[in-house]
């Protein structure tokens, strides 16, 4: 029977967790921008039935493999996580960029739910596809899904592993591409030819799909799509989003990839805009 999903929880949630990884970069410091574009596809997956993965245990064999190549999107990583019950949300506040800082700068595998250390770009798509080969190699049937970042793909190891990917059929191996087109310091266009995009993978043998990165339907439907293809080929979800998206003077703008809310006036902003109560409320 198809699961029932209620995207309008699905949505509440998503600003809950916005509002939670607002809240942990003013405390601490991270990467709103990078984390703000992949709330929903990383909601999708953990709460919209689509991971097969156990909160209560992390290490079960059967697992859906999920690696978060961009390491920078490690904030709403962490929020995810703690929400999904990987590990008490009070750890957070003690060990978000403080105290032990056990949750770190970057995914560490050392922490519940977080299969490889990553933040090197262009390496968490050849860890899948060696993942991805063992799984096909002992008959196992659990997916491993990757999220990268669009200017991660300038990477030349990340087009390596493309060719790889394909070349062993990968058919338990789904990419999503959070397409923002913006990297650290520019829009990736204006350094590197990126586009045509989609035909590219596509040339490298890999059945692509395009989607609305902040809309839950169609993010389903791709994802649901990839899930259930024959056709023996890695998939890959371009899903596109705007960097920021959720706070306004934040968004599509490069210069807030490493930017922090410094004054009070943009963090009363940003908050009223995601529906925290402010001073001005």
Same mark, same amino acid.
């Given at each position: 029977?198809?699961?029932?999903?209620?995207?309008?929880?699905? $949505?509440? %949630? @998503?600003? $809950?967790?916005?509002?939670?990884?607002?809240?942990?970069? /003013? &405390?601490? *410091?991270?990467?709103? @921008?990078? &984390?703000?574009?992949?709330?929903?596809? %990383?909601?999708?997956?953990?709460?919209?039935?689509?991971?097969?993965?156990?909160?209560?245990?992390?290490? +079960?064999? *059967?697992?859906?493999?999920?690696?978060?190549?961009?390491?920078?999107?490690?904030?709403?990583?962490?929020?995810? /996580?703690?929400?999904?019950?990987?590990?008490?949300?009070? $750890?957070?506040?003690?060990?978000?960029?403080? *105290?032990?800082?056990?949750?770190?700068?970057?995914?560490?595998?050392?922490?519940?739910? !977080?299969? !490889?250390?990553? *933040?090197? #770009?262009?390496?968490?798509?050849?860890?899948?596809?060696?993942?991805?080969?063992?799984? =096909?190699?002992?008959?196992? $049937?659990?997916?491993?899904?990757?999220?990268?970042?669009?200017?991660?793909?300038?990477?030349?190891?990340?087009?390596?592993?493309?060719?790889?990917?394909? =070349?062993?059929?990968?058919?338990?191996?789904?990419?999503?591409?959070?397409?923002?087109?913006?990297?650290?310091?520019?829009?990736?266009?204006?350094?590197?030819? %990126?586009?045509?995009?989609?035909?590219?993978?596509?040339?490298?043998? +890999?059945?692509?799909?395009?989607?609305?990165?902040?809309?839950?339907?169609? #993010?389903?439907?791709?994802?649901?799509? @990839? =899930?259930? &293809?024959?056709?023996?080929?890695?998939?890959?979800?371009?899903?596109?989003?705007? =960097?920021?998206?959720?706070?306004?003077?934040?968004?599509?703008?490069? !210069?807030?990839?490493?930017?922090?809310?410094?004054?009070?006036?943009?963090?009363?902003?940003?908050?009223?805009? #995601?529906?925290?109560?402010?001073?001005?409320?």
């Amino acid at each position: 029977m198809p699961i029932k999903r209620d995207i309008n929880r699905l $949505k509440l %949630l @998503a600003n $809950k967790l916005r509002n939670r990884v607002l809240d942990m970069c /003013l &405390s601490a *410091g991270g990467h709103i @921008a990078s &984390s703000f574009s992949c709330v929903e596809t %990383l909601v999708a997956l953990y709460f919209g039935g689509i991971l097969n993965v156990d909160p209560d245990n992390p290490d +079960w064999e *059967g697992r859906d493999r999920f690696i978060l190549s961009k390491g920078h999107g490690e904030t709403i990583f962490y929020a995810v /996580l703690a929400e999904a019950g990987f590990f008490p949300e009070e $750890k957070i506040q003690a060990s978000y960029r403080c *105290g032990d800082c056990f949750l770190g700068g970057h995914p560490d595998i050392r922490i519940p739910g !977080v299969e !490889v250390t990553t *933040g090197a #770009l262009g390496h968490g798509l050849g860890i899948a596809c060696g993942l991805s080969l063992a799984a =096909k190699m002992d008959a196992k $049937k659990h997916f491993q899904y990757v999220l990268m970042g669009d200017a991660e793909c300038t990477e030349g190891s990340v087009w390596e592993a493309a060719m790889f990917a394909s =070349k062993q059929s990968l058919d338990n191996l789904i990419v999503i591409v959070d397409r923002n087109g913006i990297g650290s310091i520019d829009f990736t266009e204006n350094y590197a030819s %990126l586009e045509p995009f989609a035909t590219k993978w596509e040339a490298f043998g +890999w059945d692509v799909q395009i989607c609305n990165g902040h809309d839950f339907q169609e #993010l389903f439907d791709a994802l649901l799509s @990839a =899930k259930s &293809s024959l056709n023996q080929k890695p998939q890959l979800i371009i899903a596109e989003t705007i =960097k920021g998206k959720g706070i306004g003077f934040i968004e599509n703008n490069p !210069v807030w990839h490493a930017r922090s809310l410094t004054s009070d006036d943009e963090i009363q902003r940003a908050k009223k805009e #995601l529906g925290q109560h402010t001073d001005e409320s």
